[in-house]
């Protein structure tokens, strides 16, 4: 990707997701114009606060729009993961947003304000993205792209057997924004699996600056986190998917898939369904990640650090 990109984030932010909006608000290769929370992984008021939290103390060059997280709520968080308030313990002065639109007001204001011009990175539940549409039903010709987080083909899943947790959340959103006709990449478990930030990765942040200082401790807070929890070395970064496919597409295997998402069933609900019978009539809806390359985080980790290390 050699051009300047407008991108709009959609997240939910828990440790994954505070990490990978640092480091794209950090990069000159994309200029974030809004940051919109939705509820996931933290309630809908926590997502807000985190994202402004983030702003703040990341301080980037060109500071995006803000917006506020619907006040839905799901029967699945992501706290057992990401701790109480999603950023794995750290507490920061509590920052009410001013002045700001809800989340999908604002999606769909830039959509038509520019149009065919922003990339959506949906790095949560799609309930934001979802009732955007409602409200502006062209929104799949307004948007140049969607690469959403979310799916699980062959995984053994997160929040459930197979599934996973952002369709788990909102499986209803998932399935509307995936048959709603936009130019949608799809990055399911089995591709982000392998994202993974180690004890070792703390090192590259040990900058001094408050934003190397915020990503250190959140890795380390993060790793601590998942290894009392869960008994793992290391916390999944599946966020960081997103944005390193929007920099990174030539380099990735994707393939062109029908995907459905499965919104009844004592067990099945959030499911996600991919057709790939020999026979299948269905027409593929969304380019499917198969998989990164080996290297490519730690890659982009050493080409993000130094703009941290200004930062």
């Given at each position: 990707?050699n051009a300047?990109r407008?991108?709009i984030?959609?997240n939910?932010?828990?440790?994954d997701g ?10 000159p290769?994309i200029?974030?114009a809004a940051?919109l929370?939705?509820?996931?992984n933290?309630s809908?008021q926590q997502?807000?606060?985190n994202?402004r939290t983030i702003?703040?103390l ?5 500071l995006p ?16 993961l990401?701790?109480?308030?999603g950023?794995a313990?750290?507490?920061?002065p509590?920052?009410e947003?001013?002045h ?6 604002l999606l769909v204001e830039l959509?038509?304000a520019?149009p065919?011009n ?11 993205l979802?009732?955007a549409?409602?409200?502006e ?16 083909w062959?995984?053994p899943?997160?929040?459930?057997p197979g599934i ?5 959340c909102?499986p209803?959103?998932?399935?509307k924004?995936?048959?709603a006709?936009f130019?949608?990449?799809?990055i399911?478990l089995?591709?982000n ?5 180690s ?7 040990s900058?001094?600056?408050p934003?190397g ?7 380390q807070?993060?790793i601590?986190?998942?290894?009392s ?6 916390f999944?970064?599946k ?5 390193l496919?929007?920099?990174h597409?030539?380099?990735?295997h994707?393939?062109?898939m029908a995907v459905?998402?499965e ?6 609900r959030?499911m ?5 019978r020999?026979a299948?009539?269905?027409?593929p809806?969304?380019?499917v990640v198969?998989?990164?390359?080996e290297g490519l985080?730690a890659?982009?980790?050493e080409?993000?650090t130094?703009?941290?290390?200004l930062?």
């Amino acid at each position: 990707m050699n051009a300047t990109r407008s991108v709009i984030l959609i997240n939910d932010p828990g440790v994954d997701g505070a990490f990978t909006t640092s480091l794209a608000l950090l990069d000159p290769r994309i200029e974030i114009a809004a940051v919109l929370a939705t509820p996931g992984n933290v309630s809908a008021q926590q997502a807000t606060r985190n994202l402004r939290t983030i702003l703040d103390l990341v301080d980037p060059p060109r500071l995006p729009r803000l917006g506020i997280a619907p006040p839905a709520s799901f029967d699945v968080d992501g706290r057992q993961l990401h701790g109480a308030n999603g950023l794995a313990g750290l507490q920061f002065p509590a920052i009410e947003p001013m002045h700001s639109q809800t989340s999908e007001r604002l999606l769909v204001e830039l959509a038509r304000a520019n149009p065919e011009n922003h990339t959506v990175l949906l790095m949560g539940p799609a309930t934001v993205l979802a009732s955007a549409l409602d409200r502006e039903p062209a929104l799949p010709k307004l948007l140049r792209q969607v690469i959403m987080v979310g799916g699980s083909w062959k995984s053994p899943g997160n929040c459930g057997p197979g599934i996973d947790f952002h369709f788990r959340c909102d499986p209803e959103s998932a399935k509307k924004v995936l048959n709603a006709g936009f130019n949608l990449t799809l990055i399911p478990l089995d591709a982000n699996a392998g994202l993974v930030v180690s004890p070792a990765d703390m090192e590259l942040f040990s900058c001094g600056t408050p934003t190397g200082e915020f990503l250190r401790q959140l890795i380390q807070s993060g790793i601590r986190f998942a290894a009392s929890q869960h008994g793992v070395e290391g916390f999944p970064m599946k966020d960081m998917a997103a944005l390193l496919t929007l920099l990174h597409a030539d380099e990735i295997h994707q393939t062109p898939m029908a995907v459905d998402v499965e919104t009844r069933g004592e067990i099945t609900r959030g499911m996600s369904v991919f057709d790939t019978r020999w026979a299948t009539t269905a027409q593929p809806n969304a380019s499917v990640v198969q998989s990164f390359p080996e290297g490519l985080m730690a890659r982009y980790l050493e080409y993000i650090t130094p703009r941290v290390d200004l930062g």
